[in-house]
């Protein structure tokens, strides 16, 4: 009995130096075969540093996908509001909004700024009585040059309060010159991928080099919709075919004094 085990532990033996030898020496040939060497030896041996770059790679591959958000296909009701840039851009939204369904209300507000808009209720009055789902903000224009843009923090906040939970795109203002800080402040108070930065676009501009035209504001509404599917919740967007003609954007003036 002691024998017949003898005979098999030494089959095993020979067949695990066999495995060891093909794991840790180079390929084998012997007339015209090849034995490859096994992985074995190095996953036994990888260095941890080696596991640790691998994981890092990975990790830093999945980091940097950019997942774009689906797009919400049910029409909105839409809410564009702010400042004068508000008009012309509301014109061309408007085509937008017939070409997809959505259905537009335009609140131009001339001289408003953030405090403004936040020190009122007007923002909640025509959320309400608009039953809006979606909303475009078009402030920042009148800050451009205040001195401590920080200052204007709190009124940021609270015009965004009162859009609560509603998906928003906040337009930054179409730059003539430098800002003292708002873009940057604006954009890093908004939702991720709720904030438009227009600033660094080239716009022909009326003749106080200030607003832009209605054919500047309407390619800058084009890009603000090329934009969209990259946006936190983006909607249908579809560019309006040129047979959409003239669209309703249904306007509302308000008149305000700068603070």
């Known amino acids: 009995m002691k024998s017949h085990y003898s005979g098999l532990w030494l089959i095993v033996a020979v067949s695990l130096i066999v495995?060891?030898?093909?794991?840790?020496?180079?390929?084998i040939s012997v007339g015209g075969w090849t034995i490859k060497k096994a992985p074995f030896s190095e996953n036994l041996l990888a260095k941890e540093d080696?596991?640790?770059?691998?994981?890092?790679?990975?990790?830093?591959?999945?980091?940097?996908?950019?997942?774009?958000?689906?797009?919400?296909?049910?029409?909105?009701s839409i809410l564009i509001f702010g400042d004068s840039m508000t008009l012309n851009l509301a014109l061309r939204l408007a085509q937008y909004a017939k070409q997809n369904g959505h259905t537009l209300h335009s609140v131009n507000w001339d001289s408003s700024n953030t405090k403004i808009w936040a020190d009122c209720d007007t923002l909640r009055h025509f959320i309400r009585v608009f039953d809006v789902d979606y909303v475009f903000i078009s402030l920042g224009s009148n800050e451009l040059y205040f001195k401590n843009p920080e200052s204007r923090?709190?009124?940021i906040k609270k015009v965004l309060e009162m859009i609560d939970t509603i998906p928003y795109v906040w337009?930054?203002?179409?730059?003539?010159?430098?800002?003292?800080?708002?873009?940057?402040?604006l954009e890093r108070t908004c939702r991720s991928g709720s904030f438009f930065r227009t600033d660094g676009m080239e716009?022909?501009?009326?003749?106080?080099?200030?607003?832009?035209?209605?054919?500047?504001?309407?390619?800058?509404?084009?890009?603000?919709?090329?934009?969209?599917?990259?946006?936190?919740?983006?909607?249908?967007?579809?560019?309006p075919s040129d047979s959409i003609g003239r669209a309703n954007a249904?306007?509302?003036?308000l008149k305000a004094l700068n603070k």
């Not at 509404?221 to 967007?237: E, G, T, Y």
């Open 203 to 239: 716009l022909a501009r009326k003749k106080d080099h200030i607003h832009p035209t209605r054919a500047a504001s309407a390619l800058w509404v084009d890009s603000i919709m090329r934009w969209m599917p990259k946006s936190a919740h983006p909607i249908l967007a579809d560019s």
């Open 250 to 253: 249904n306007v509302t003036f």
């Open 171 to 185: 337009i930054g203002p179409p730059n003539w010159q430098k800002d003292s800080g708002i873009n940057d402040l």
């Open 50 to 76: 080696s596991v640790g770059r691998n994981s890092d790679f990975c990790a830093d591959s999945l980091a940097g996908k950019v997942i774009e958000a689906k797009t919400d296909s049910v029409p909105k």
């Open 153 to 155: 923090l709190p009124y």
């Open 19 to 27: 495995f060891l030898v093909i794991s840790f020496v180079d390929d």
